[in-house]
């Protein structure tokens, strides 16, 4: 307690970091190297005079007898004078000081202030005032992971609209010319049903996984993660230096050598936005057109170029600016946490049943006195969201695994086994049970499962041609001299290949003949590539033919001897006497 007494007391008291410190309604926290002390403004029933409490916790890692909270209610800016050995002998102390108030010493529990984490998100103070989080790098093993998985797609994005198959684009979404091209497979207008049970197949994937698995697509797969976790963030890195020196890069002035590197890291930052831009430019126009509006200058498709820069500023904003802020403001997937995740879901959790109480400790040693946490606060530095995960599950957390690799390694070095942070769901932590297949897990992979299956059969039985018929509107049947019924039909074909297609036409019912206007009769419609080609013609009956008022006639799109479509339309005619009579 001498640390705390007389001057010395005031003067560790007006060094503590201003930077950490934290507001709460009428609370303000300053954190020093050795402790931290709280101080509260508190009213008087008139709500005019103001007293300050002042609430000294001292370090952590201080011995037992230490951890004893001071208590003291001053009306004056120099603290009274402790005397030693007050906290072994007396509970409580009074003082000759006319400022002072009973001194009242007690123990305090270790993490009194834990629970203070609900009250906001680790990003915004209680003033509303962004905090900024500088993660420290980080190694191990599912960092390591992690880089596979990432930079595989990120090669994957950006070769995506250079790579062919079969002639096409591996992933094409111009929407423009309504033309979709996934894995080679070119998609148009007539196979939306096909994206909107794709969409709800990815959905419910996603759905699954956050049931079982947590929030596992957002530290691993989420493009915001991979861009920001290892394309930005390693660039910062190397100009800026890791977390101490950018801590101290931003709190300090603007001289030369902090407008130097801001100056370079933006810049580089921006060129990296101007590239992604102009990938999904590609994805959304195609390669040859992107590379049609280089070559030429920019005054001829200024336009485009606007846009092109507009996209470029805002992914520059979202990754130099924003960052961590989409993660846990904006996007709505962390939202749907609350509802998804339950006490079985598999989550980076903390062992707190291993890891309680904490303390530091020698290498080494083994104590059962303490956990096996050690306070080092490592698992909060190398997080990119700055929160503790020792608090348990939050809606920060994007299951980066950045703690697990950084507990892992502390626990190398102190020799005890890995896995105080791992993936684990709460009912493993608190009960020591296995993991458990729920029922609401097994409702959503039956669904899923369905889905899938039928998205595969519709995309494996798709046909390469689109043939549609209808009948003219306004238009009745028309019967001739010879009684042959006629009706007039409008037909639509979609060619989804690459290759020019000679189409025959024809009726399936040997009493029908189709007679194509503007060609030549026998002659085949050439169907131009990747393209719709629309028509009329005749359905006319054969003469003595057997007629209901309904009628339905089958219809063949025919390539080479193959049929590549069939569709059937209705044959309106008058009862078989009255043509006969006719």
Not at 219 to 245: K, M, N, S, Y
Not at 328 to 345: A, E, F, S, W
Request: glycine content about 6%; aromatic content about 10%.
């Amino acid at each position: 307690w001498r640390r705390w007494s007389g001057a010395k007391f005031g003067r560790r008291l007006l060094v503590a970091w201003q930077h950490n410190r934290r507001c709460l309604q009428n609370r303000q926290v300053w954190r020093s190297i050795k402790g931290h002390a709280i101080l509260e403004n508190r009213f008087d029933t008139d709500g005019n005079s103001k007293r300050l409490h002042v609430h000294f916790v001292p370090p952590r890692n201080a011995s037992i007898e230490s951890q004893i909270t001071t208590r003291c209610l001053v009306q004056s800016r120099r603290p009274p004078r402790i005397p030693r050995g007050a906290h072994r002998h007396r509970p409580e102390l009074e003082t000759s000081r006319s400022n002072c108030v009973p001194l009242r010493f007690e123990r305090q529990p270790q993490m009194a202030m834990s629970n203070l984490f609900r009250d906001r998100i680790s990003t915004v103070d209680g003033a509303g005032e962004r905090v900024w989080v500088h993660p420290k790098k980080v190694k191990g093993r599912f960092m390591n992971r992690r880089k596979v998985v990432s930079y595989g797609l990120l090669a994957l994005l950006f070769a995506g609209p250079w790579v062919t198959i079969a002639g096409e684009p591996l992933l094409l979404l111009d929407i423009v010319h309504r033309k979709f091209v996934i894995v080679g497979q070119v998609f148009w207008p007539q196979d939306t049903f096909l994206f909107a049970l794709a969409m709800i197949a990815f959905f419910f994937l996603i759905i699954v996984f956050t049931v079982v698995f947590g929030r596992i697509f957002c530290g691993w797969i989420c493009p915001q993660t991979v861009f920001l976790e290892f394309v930005f963030r390693p660039i910062e890195h190397w100009i800026e230096g890791d977390r101490q020196a950018r801590i101290r890069l931003d709190n300090g002035p603007w001289n030369r050598e902090k407008i130097l590197k801001k100056a370079i890291k933006w810049m580089v930052f921006y060129v990296i936005s101007l590239a992604i831009a102009h990938t999904f430019f590609a994805y959304v126009i195609g390669k040859d057109s992107l590379l049609d509006l280089q070559r030429h200058p920019p005054s001829d498709n200024w336009p485009t170029l606007l846009g092109l820069l507009m996209f470029s500023a805002v992914f520059f904003w979202v990754f130099a600016r924003l960052r961590e802020q989409v993660c846990t403001t904006i996007c709505p997937y962390g939202r749907l946490q609350g509802v998804l995740v339950d006490n079985d879901t598999i989550n980076v959790t903390y062992d707190r049943v291993r890891g309680e109480p904490r303390g530091h400790r020698k290498r080494h040693v083994t104590t059962t006195a303490l956990g096996d946490c050690v306070d080092c606060h490592l698992c909060v530095q190398v997080c990119p969201t700055g929160i503790d995960i020792r608090n348990g599950l939050q809606l920060e957390c994007i299951h980066c695994t950045s703690c697990i690799d950084a507990c892992d390694g502390v626990m190398d070095k102190l020799g005890t086994p890995r896995g105080l942070i791992r993936y684990a769901s709460e009912n493993s932590i608190a009960k020591q049970a296995p993991f458990q297949w729920t029922a609401r897990a097994k409702a959503y992979t039956v669904v899923l499962t369905a889905l899938g299956l039928i998205l595969t059969g519709l995309v494996f039985f798709r046909s390469d041609v689109e043939f549609s018929v209808y009948r003219a509107s306004g238009m009745l049947y028309n019967v001739d001299s010879e009684g042959q019924v006629s009706n007039l039909y409008h037909f639509t074909l979609v060619n989804k290949t690459s290759d020019t297609l000679n189409v025959m036409l024809e009726s399936e019912n040997a009493n029908f003949t189709l007679n194509l206007i503007g060609g030549q009769a026998g002659a085949p419609l050439m169907a131009p590539p990747e393209s719709m080609t629309e028509g009329v013609f005749f359905l006319k009956s054969e003469p003595m033919t057997e007629l209901q008022r309904n009628n339905t006639v089958q219809l063949g799109c025919w390539v080479d001897q193959s049929r590549l479509a069939r569709t059937s339309t209705a044959f309106p005619a008058p009862p078989s006497s009255h043509a006969q009579n006719q």
